[in-house]
């Protein structure tokens, strides 16, 4: 191997890395904030993915159907938890924020898909689409069960999943989808070949994460998240509902989720199932940085692509091996730092 | 088990055994139910190691995998028997739980499922991409079972086979929860600290239960390779492990009834959705992962039980056999404890830092042989720190603590225990689904030696009797020989304290560490638990207690020491102690 | 007389089947302060949990005349009420400032909401010299004081404080004492669990022993000083009768 070809597969790496860091943000957020591990946050990514590539084709995508489904669910979610303290106003507002919300964004993509508005507008739509999905999986399926331990609470998450990946099946059937390059631009730095996709990947990522600083470090509802992971109990002390904290940061991770589906989807061929094992991949890297370290979830993923890019050159089968692997040596050392007498929960 | 629900399971035997031999009943349920016993064994380690040791593995089937490659590699290539590669199997599926459980078992919490997650993947990508696992394509042409030249080649036969293996891992299972190292597989659920206060290797019990649900897979991957015939990596994926997952929380995870009955539940749902859905619906998909994916979430809302407490709720009386022979047994050795006047406890210059903060500053005092000394001061003091740093549940930053002769500075928990220091926690540490009586024999665990496999083919009865009378006859010492069979978690906090004193004495403690014994209790039962202590006292064990209740601190100790700010402010006699200026200011404070 | 700000009767906590608060009847009338004496153990801070929501517990409860049953920590919290907790449950990675605009997270678009921030600097000088502090860095008594001012941002109609002098040296709880005494002059009422009873019966109009869950005496903060059985209740001295 020579430089030129550890360049590009640097240059590759780096480029699946940024997805990687998207969505280890995404789920370094909801488990602090919720102390739910968002393994579905792969599927978001099929979702944006696949919804974007219906767009390009001129069809309405599956994931519209699935958004009144998972609408409904919110609905009888919100119903359910908020059962003791149910009043005319907030039938309304649940019934705006789960059906009438949907209903518009559904008649809107009806309408809008068969003109194949531009780009931009195709992205935005499948923002629109599948972003909301994150608050309605929070209303139904965590928010009932916001007290459960983190392991119960796991376990719902990997159903969750199971569900979701099944319904991507009926929704958007077996076929692959590719969608175009966001640019087809390209040029040569010395000996190495960029092309405008992975700019535009880079780019938009930085941007995003500069956007979610912004937001955690200026907005007071940011700082109201953050408090929520930092103490949970006084962050209800200040008044700070547990449920207002949990939407957000299902919706960002949702918004995250589906974007990262975008920015991949004219990388790679994007089926119904791929996006579990790129969300896990996101997953290797929030792990390392111990679910709760943004920087070293974001550094993490750099090596996680890194070392996936390098993989595929020298052993290309044993790509997933290895990405799986660093994960062991990682939480090794994690074990002696660990406290085993420390009660769990 | 009581005999209502022996009855039941006799029954439910019974209708399996009958099965192929009722008239009309299709082959294909013969498959089904095949299907089923191979299930129920994984989620019967499944309840091992996630109902009663609390470890959550998503990486089952990859366990099933290493039983069925074993083999499939074994019969094909190598040309072994069937029969002969079953041991080998779990030989080699314990091993690597073992080795994966070395590595992992020690994370907390949630990294630890997440890690089997990682696992699981690893080996299907692995076995999918080898030459030596045939990669995608798998291996065939795995010949059947044959036993002692009786070949399992047709589907009933294979079946009993299935059926036989289920049964004798069933009973093996319940034998090995209700012995020594069961029980402490069970304490887990109390908390490690508890448990390791009682000189239980919590470590080794949870890769024990992880080596013993891996082996069960195993053997269930046994079976399946030589059912099918032919392997590949799907059945060992991720999916399948969340399915064996679903199965035994369905039923109930931590009953092994739960767990096969959440296997057949399963089991037949999916293929029936497998039929209906696509009918139903007009087209192809994995209906049925949609629908077994919002059952489990359902189930984890409404009933995070699962289904067999409710079944049993409805079904069977209160489990238990009657207690052994308390009388009859052989009398329990008894540690040799020092004689009058000889320190049992000195702590000398005792300091505990966190970060900045100073929690214990120069602490010294001794304890005699014989003696109750109380530990008091107002909250916040440094008193729980200080009895932390004596039973090893904390390492102390300076000072030295010795017990009789012996430094025990820097100790863990577990070492400190076999010295004979018990000690009771100021929230009660009693595990919640277990009886009264298996809580109390818990702190005998280091008076025994029965290993595992002795308890799973039950040749530690002899060492069990003794254990449970000497359990029994702790459990009467503080009253409470009627609740042997009560589930501890139901008695009131005032008898649960009891409870954790009776698996103190149970120990056959030198030295007694009594945190907040009082609280909760009401009046007359504080006076019981004074008499309770002298008494104890009396036989010559020296107790050490923090209190709040000054009524009882004040009748019942021999010597005070009083704590405020992390330092040693006064220590004498009770009568002194009261008089003292210092210990009036620090706990009324001064007028502002 | 108008209704009392806040008013309990039957009020029972239960961990279990264990209960930690038995039938306990209190009020606190408006602009006063009630202080609730006890031992450890003897369910103050039970007591605080169930008032605020964060503990379920059973029987009437009240606060300006409406009934609290099924309102949330959150909704009380917008309702006027508000607990600095045994624990003070700071946000301890942020900033001493952040902590307190936190505070005043159910207000944050109203108009006043600068002013209230001005007020608690001017309350808490020394919390304005480290605002820019992480809240995790700050001493002890910092942190009291941190925590008193993030539940004023909310500016509550209740205060409730659990232990504040926990863990202080003897002059910062004077210090703390002496600004619970002047946040009277501000209009709020004070409900005060404390363990030192002395200072805690100084500062209030009226006072509550607590033992083992019930109150056991109760009575205007003047009679109790003198009351012996106060002390018998915490030093375990059986020369006073009950």
Request: proline fraction near 4%; charged fraction near 15%.
């Amino acid at each position: 191997m020579d430089l030129s070809i550890g360049l590009i597969l640097i240059q590759d790496g780096v480029t699946n890395a940024a997805i990687y860091a998207l969505l280890a943000l995404a789920l370094v957020l909801v488990f602090t904030v919720t102390r739910v591990i968002f393994v579905p946050v792969g599927e978001f990514v099929s979702f944006g993915a696949l919804t974007l590539a219906a767009f390009e084709a001129g069809k309405v995508p599956g994931t519209v159907s699935l958004l009144l489904v998972l609408g409904i669910a919110g609905a009888l979610g919100r119903l359910w938890t908020e059962r003791q303290s149910l009043s005319g106003r907030m039938l309304a507002t649940i019934a705006v924020e789960t059906i009438v919300v949907p209903a518009l964004i559904a008649a809107l993509v009806t309408w809008l898909a068969p003109h194949k508005p531009p780009q931009i507008v195709q992205v935005l739509l499948a923002l629109l689409v599948v972003a909301p999905m994150g608050v309605y999986v929070y209303e139904s399926v965590f928010r009932p069960i916001a007290e459960a331990s983190v392991l119960v609470l796991l376990i719902v998450s990997v159903a969750l999943h199971i569900a979701l990946v099944g319904l991507a099946l009926v929704f958007f059937g077996a076929e692959g989808s590719r969608t175009t390059a966001l640019s087809d631009a390209s040029f040569t730095l010395g000996s190495l070949f960029i092309t405008g996709q992975s700019l535009a990947v880079l780019g938009l990522t930085l941007v995003l994460i500069l956007a979610l600083y912004v937001f955690f470090d200026r907005t007071l509802i940011g700082k109201a998240l953050r408090a929520t992971a930092v103490n949970r109990v006084g962050a209800r002390l200040v008044g700070i509902s547990p449920a207002f904290s949990g939407r957000i940061a299902f919706a960002l991770a949702g918004i995250i989720g589906a974007l990262g589906g975008i920015l991949v989807s004219p990388l790679t061929t994007i089926y119904y199932d791929t996006g579990f094992i790129i969300g896990l991949k996101g997953f290797v890297a929030a792990i390392i940085g111990g679910l709760v370290s943004y920087p070293l979830a974001a550094g993490a993923a750099i090596l996680v692509g890194v070392i996936e890019s390098f993989a595929s050159f020298w052993a290309s089968e044993l790509k997933e091996v290895i990405v799986f692997m660093i994960i062991v040596p990682i939480l090794l050392v994690r074990s002696y730092g660990t406290q085993v007498l420390e009660d769990e929960e | 088990m009581s005999s209502p629900s022996r009855l039941a399971g006799i029954a439910i035997l019974a209708l399996a055994v009958a099965l192929p031999f009722v008239p009309g009943v299709p082959a294909y349920w013969i498959t089904v139910a095949s299907y089923i016993a191979m299930a129920a064994i994984v989620a019967l380690g499944i309840a091992v190691l996630t109902g009663v040791a609390g470890v959550v593995s998503f990486g089952q089937a990859m366990f099933v995998g290493f039983g069925a490659y074993t083999t499939a590699i074994l019969t094909t290539r190598y040309g072994w028997s069937p029969a002969a590669t079953l041991p080998v199997a779990m030989l080699i599926a314990g091993a690597l739980a073992w080795g994966i459980g070395a590595i992992t078992l020690r994370l907390k919490g949630h990294y630890l499922p997440v890690a089997t997650i990682a696992w699981n993947i690893s080996f299907f990508y692995l076995a999918g991409s080898l030459d030596f696992f045939r990669r995608f394509d798998g291996i065939s042409g795995i010949p059947p079972i044959s036993l002692l030249g009786f070949s399992v080649s047709d589907g009933v036969r294979f079946y009993f086979l299935a059926l036989g293996l289920l049964v004798l891992a069933y009973v093996l299972t319940r034998n090995l929860l209700d012995s020594r190292v069961g029980r402490a597989m069970r304490s887990l659920r109390g908390g490690a600290l508890a448990a390791e206060s009682f000189g239980i290797d919590t470590g080794r019990a949870r890769i024990l239960a992880f080596v013993y649900a891996g082996v069960l897979a195993a053997v269930s991957g046994w079976l399946y390779a030589h059912f099918q015939r032919a392997i590949n990596p799907t059945p060992f994926g991720i999916t399948v492990s969340i399915d064996y997952l679903l199965m035994a929380v369905a039923g109930g995870v931590g009953h092994l009834g739960g767990a096969i009955l959440g296997a057949g539940l399963v089991t037949v749902v999916r293929d029936k959705l497998q039929d209906l859905l696509p009918a139903l619906l007009g087209t192809q998909g994995n209906f049925e992962t949609i629908v077994f994916g919002i059952v489990l979430i359902l189930i984890l809302q409404f009933a995070p039980e699962g289904l067999w407490p409710h079944l049993r709720r409805r079904f069977a009386s209160k489990p238990r056999r009657a207690p052994p022979g308390a009388d009859d047994a052989p009398a329990s050795r008894r540690r040799t404890l020092p004689g009058p006047g000889e320190t049992v406890l000195a702590v000398s210059g005792l300091r505990k830092t966190f970060g900045g903060l100073v929690a214990v500053n120069d602490v010294s005092f001794t304890v005699q042989a014989g003696e109750i000394v109380g530990l008091i001061g107002p909250n916040g003091a440094g008193k729980s720190t200080s009895f932390n740093l004596i039973t090893g549940v904390l390492p102390a930053s300076g000072g030295e603590i010795a017990l009789g002769l012996q430094p025990i500075s820097g100790w863990p928990a577990r070492r400190i225990a076999r010295l004979g220091v018990a000690r009771t926690f100021q929230h009660v540490k009693l595990v919640h689904g277990m009886s009264v009586i298996d809580n109390v024999a818990l702190g005998r665990h280091l008076l025994g030696h029965a290993s595992a496999v002795r308890g799973a083919l039950r040749l530690d009865r002899a060492e069990e009797a003794a254990i449970f009378a000497e359990a029994h006859r702790q459990l009467a010492r503080v009253g409470l020989a009627d609740h042997a069979d009560a589930v501890a978690s139901e008695l009131a906090l005032g008898q649960q304290r009891l409870v954790e004193i009776a698996r103190a004495l149970c120990l056959d403690p030198v030295l007694l560490l009594l945190d907040e014994p009082a609280a909760g209790l009401r009046h007359s039962e504080k006076v019981a638990l004074a008499d309770l202590l002298r008494k104890v006292r009396d036989s010559g064990v020296s107790i050490l207690l923090v209190e709040h209740d000054m009524d009882f601190v004040m009748g019942l100790t021999d010597r005070l020491v009083v704590m405020n700010f992390g330092a040693q402010l006064a220590q004498g006699r009770p009568a002194e102690i009261q008089q003292n200026p210092a210990v009036l200011e620090a706990y009324l404070g001064s007028a502002a | 007389m108008s209704a009392p700000l806040l008013w309990a009767d039957g009020l029972c906590v239960a961990y279990g089947r264990v209960d930690a608060v038995r039938d306990v009847s209190l009020s606190v009338p408006e602009g006063s302060i009630v202080a609730i004496l006890g031992p450890n153990g003897a369910g103050k801070t039970s007591l605080l949990g169930a008032i605020m929501g964060v503990l379920r517990a059973r029987g009437d409860l009240r606060f300006r005349g409406q009934a609290l049953a099924g309102r949330a920590v959150e909704q009380r919290v917008a309702d006027g009420m508000s607990l600095v907790p045994e624990k003070r449950e700071l946000f301890v990675t942020m900033s001493v400032e952040d902590n307190l605009r936190l505070g005043g997270f159910r207000r944050r678009g109203s108009a006043d909401y600068g002013d209230t921030l001005e007020e608690m600097w001017r309350l808490f000088p020394r919390l304005k010299e480290r605002r820019a502090q992480l809240a995790g860095t700050l001493s002890g008594g910092e942190r009291q004081m941190l925590a008193m001012a993030r539940a004023l941002m909310s500016r509550p109609r209740l205060l409730m404080l659990d232990e504040p002098s926990l863990g202080l040296a003897p002059l910062i709880v004077k210090d703390i004492f002496r600004t619970v005494a002047a946040l009277r002059q501000t209009g709020v009422s004070i409900l005060l669990v404390e363990q030192n009873a002395r200072a805690a019966l100084e500062l209030a109009d009226h006072g509550y022993v607590l033992e083992n869950g019930s109150v056991v005496l109760q009575g205007p903060a003047s009679e109790l000083r003198e009351d012996e059985r106060v002390i018998a209740a915490y030093l375990g001295i059986k020369t006073v009768a009950r």
